[in-house]
Nanobody, 127 residues
Framework: EVQLVESGGGLVQAGGSLRLSCAASGFTGDEYAIGWFRQAPGKEREGVSCVRSSDGSSYHANSVKGRFTISSDNAANTVYLQMNSLKPEDTAVYYC????????????????????WGQGTQVTVSS
């Protein structure tokens, strides 16, 4: 059974940093595409970042470029989202999403609807 376990959320002041982790287990093979999306109350779901294990390619939404960095530790099947210069508008529940296998790739528009999802972790940025 595929499991995605997120950690690292919390409360931080504007301008601060947090690092989210997503540990994946229960899948077969070595290749995956893992990303993050967020959901804030009253707002549409927003894809944030994605990384592909096979070639290390990564993608970030324009809203977080230059502030967030996604990385992967393939040996640990864990993906990290380093979030710097956080803003109050970054406040949301952040979900990890994954796709596995040799065909795995980061989705167009960072739309993770067809991916496995984690349970989410709350990130709150105070002004």
């Amino acid at each position: 059974e595929v499991q995605l376990v997120e950690s690292g959320g919390g409360l931080v002041q504007a301008g601060g940093s947090l690092r989210l982790s997503c540990a994946a287990s229960g899948f077969t093979g070595d290749e995956y595409a893992i990303g993050w999306f967020r959901q804030a109350p009253g707002k549409e779901r927003e894809g944030v970042s994605c990384v592909r294990s096979s070639d290390g390619s990564s993608y970030h939404a324009n809203s977080v470029k230059g502030r967030f960095t996604i990385s992967s530790d393939n040996a640990a099947n864990t993906v990290y989202l380093q979030m710097n210069s956080l803003k109050p508008e970054d406040t949301a529940v952040y979900y990890c999403a994954a796709q596995f296998g040799i065909q795995s790739h980061c989705p167009r528009g960072l739309n993770f609807n067809s991916f496995y999802w984690g349970q989410g972790t709350q990130v709150t940025v105070s002004s």
